[in-house]
C-alpha cells in the first residue's frame, strides 16, 4: 500500500494514523497491516534495537520543536543500528499521546518524515495509544554482514572518537539556564545525525569494537572494557571539544552520537576526515589485562583521575 | 551472551537490566550491545510489529497481577505475529517504569518470561526508561513464507472465527462493576494465548486473509473488508459465545486475541478442532461488491441490523 492511500477502519485512532500517513507519502510503504513484511538480504544478519523518548525525561517541550522531538527520538534510536556498522531496512513507531500532542501530530509526523528521508529508514509500521505524557518509541531494522559489537576490544588497540564532544551538554546546561544557544550547541542536540556510513567505513578499516555515545564518552567507553573483558584507558585530555567544553563537559555529555570505536592506532585517520569532512581521534587504548577484573581507567594529562559521571536519565 | 551474566556498565538503568536478566537464564540471548543480531530462515521474509500497553488506558493496576500485565502486554504484540501466519524469532521490550514499579521490576520480568517461554519468542534486547507511568511497548520479530495478510478477502469465501468470543468484555464489566471473575472470564482476559499454530494451519489450509481479534470482531472484520476491497457480511447470531456473553458483547468485544479469516466455506473443521481442541466457526461470508463501496454488514438472524461498537482505547 502507499501514499497514504491506506484502507483502515473507522475510529479516532485511525485518524491520528491517517493525518500521520498524508505527509509519510512514499516513507511509509505497507502500514496498515497486523505486522509489516520485510527482506533481510541474503546473506546478511538482522540488526534490531529500541529506544525510548519520553517527555521531561529526555527532552522538555520548550527546549524543541516537535519536528525535532520527533526527529531526534527517530535519530536515536537509528545510531544503534549505526554503532552497530548495519544499514537501516526500516523503523516502528510507537506514539504514546496526551490530548493536547495529538494536535501536533502532523508536525511530529514532518519529523520522523524528515529522519526516514535523511537517513534511509522506512516507515514500516506502528503503534498509537492515548496516555499522560508523550513517549515515542522507535524499533530499528537493519542489515549487516560483519556486525560491529561492543566486544572486538584487544590489547593494542587506540580508541577513537567521531566528531567533537561536548556540544548537547552545553545546550542542555544553556537551556536550563534559560540562556541562549550556540549553533555548536544547538546543531547536535536538536538535530543529531547518526555515523551510518562512518561506521560501516570503520569496520572495512579494522575497527574490533564499537558504540554510539549516548551515555557519555566515558561510560560508554566502560560498556566497550567491560563487553570485551580488556582494560580501556581513556585520555581526557586528548577528548576533541566543541567550543567551550572543557575535558570533564566533553567526558560526561551524552546523546553525542558520535561513535566510539577501538582500532588499529595505525588507522588511516586522513582518509576518514577527507571521506566524511568529520574529525576523528585518537583518545586512550586498549591494554592488556593485568589484574582479573577489566574496566576503564581515565587519565588526564598521564595521571589517573576518577572516572567523570556518565548521564543516566534514571539518576538525572 | 548468556545466563544473566551480561557484562553491562554501572548505573541504575544497568542494576534494572540485571533483575530482570536474573529472572531471563537462557530467554535473553545476546542482550547487552547497541542492537540485537538475528537470522531470518532462507527463503522467508521478516515480520515485525509493534504494541504498547499503558496503565489506565490498556489496563488497571487492580485487574491483574503484575506478572500478569507483563505476560498479556507480550501476548498482544505476539498476536500481531500469529495473524500474519509468522512463526516468531525474538521481541524488544522497551519499559517506562514510576519509581514504584521499578521495585516490581522482578514480577514484570517474570511475566515476560512466562511469554518467552510459553510462546517461543526469545527477548532479544530492549530499553529502560523513568516516566509517569507504566508503559510496557513490545516489538515482536517472525519470520514466514507465505503471509496472511488483511487484503485477500475473495468473494464466496466464508468469514471464520477461533475460539468463543465475549470473555474479556464480560471481565472488563465484571471488574468494572467490582464483582468476582469466573474462569471462563479471568482466563482469556489475564493469560490470552495467540493463535500461533492455529494461523499457520489455517494458512496451509486455504486461508485468503486474516487478523487478530484485538478492536472487536465487527471492526476487525471491517479492516479486512476494507484492506481487500471486499463486502463482507458478519451473521451476529452465529457469533460462538462464552456462557453469560450477547452476541452484541461478542461482536464489539475487544482484546480477544482469537483469528478472524476468510477462506474457503468447505474448510475442513472438524480437523481445526482435532488438531488444537479449539472451535473454528463460520461467522459470515464474503460477497461481491455490487456498489462502489467495500465494507461491513451486520446482520441478525437474515436481517440487517447496525454494525456494533468496535473497543477503542482512545474513544473509550
Same mark, same amino acid.
Given at each position: ?11 479516532? /485512532?485511525?485518524?491520528?494514523? @491517517? ?16 505486522? =509489516? ?6 546473506? !546478511? ?16 517541550? =520548550?527546549?524543541?520543536? +516537535? !519536528? ?49 528521508? /535523511?537517513?534511509?529508514?522506512?516507515? %514500516? ?12 518509541? %522507535?524499533?530499528?531494522?537493519?542489515? %549487516?554482514?560483519? $556486525?560491529?559489537? @561492543?566486544?572486538? $576490544?584487544?590489547?593494542?588497540?587506540? &580508541? ?8 548537547? &551538554? ?10 541562549? &544557544? ?9 538535530? +543529531? ?25 566515558? #561510560?560508554?567507553?566502560?560498556?566497550? =572494557? ?23 563537559? $566533553? ?13 588499529? #592506532?595505525? &588507522?588511516?585517520?586522513?582518509?576518514? *576526515? ?11 587504548? %586498549?591494554?592488556?589485562?593485568?589484574? +582479573?577484573?577489566?574496566?576503564? *581507567? ?19
Amino acid at each position: 500500500m502507499n501514499d497514504g492511500q491506506i484502507p483502515l477502519g473507522p475510529g479516532a /485512532e485511525f485518524e491520528t494514523v @491517517r493525518a500521520m500517513l498524508s505527509r509519510w507519502s512514499g516513507l511509509a510503504p505497507g502500514v496498515g497491516d497486523d505486522a =509489516a513484511l520485510l527482506d533481510v538480504p541474503a546473506g !546478511q544478519r538482522l540488526v534490531v534495537s529500541t529506544d525510548t523518548s519520553v517527555e521531561n525525561v529526555h527532552f522538555k517541550r =520548550a527546549w524543541l520543536t +516537535p !519536528q525535532e522531538i520527533a526527529y531526534r527520538a527517530a535519530a536515536a534510536a537509528l545510531s544503534d543500528l549505526a554503532a552497530m556498522g548495519a544499514t537501516p531496512l526500516g523503523m516502528v513507531i510507537a506514539l504514546t499521546l496526551t490530548e493536547e500532542w495529538r494536535a501536533q501530530i502532523v508536525l511530529l509526523a514532518d519529523g520522523f518524515a524528515a529522519a526516514s528521508r /535523511e537517513l534511509g529508514a522506512p516507515i %514500516v509500521g506502528g503503534d498509537l495509544t492515548a496516555g499522560s505524557e508523550l513517549s515515542i518509541g %522507535v524499533t530499528v531494522l537493519g542489515a %549487516v554482514k560483519h $556486525a560491529l559489537t @561492543r566486544s572486538g $576490544a584487544r590489547a593494542g588497540d587506540a &580508541l577513537w572518537v567521531t566528531g567533537t564532544l561536548g556540544g548537547p &551538554l552545553l545546550a542542555l546546561r544553556a537551556l536550563e539556564n534559560g540562556t541562549v &544557544l550556540v549553533p555548536s550547541q544547538r546543531g547536535r542536540f536538536a538535530h +543529531p545525525i547518526p555515523r551510518m556510513r562512518e561506521a560501516q567505513w570503520l569496520v572495512a578499516h579494522g575497527a574490533t569494537s564499537g558504540i554510539d555515545c549516548s551515555d557519555g564518552v566515558a #561510560a560508554d567507553a566502560s560498556h566497550l =572494557a567491560a563487553a570485551s573483558g580488556a582494560k580501556i584507558v581513556l585520555e581526557l585530555d586528548r577528548l576533541p571539544l566543541v567550543a567551550g567544553a572543557t575535558s570533564e563537559d $566533553a567526558a560526561s555529555s551524552g546523546e553525542e552520537y558520535e561513535l566510539i570505536v577501538t582500532a588499529p #592506532a595505525t &588507522l588511516d585517520r586522513a582518509a576518514f *576526515e577527507r571521506e566524511f569532512g568529520l574529525p576523528i581521534t585518537a583518545i586512550g587504548q %586498549v591494554e592488556a589485562v593485568e589484574i +582479573p577484573a577489566p574496566g576503564l *581507567e581515565t587519565k588526564n594529562r598521564g595521571q589517573r583521575v576518577p572516572l567523570p559521571r556518565g548521564h543516566s536519565h534514571f539518576s538525572g
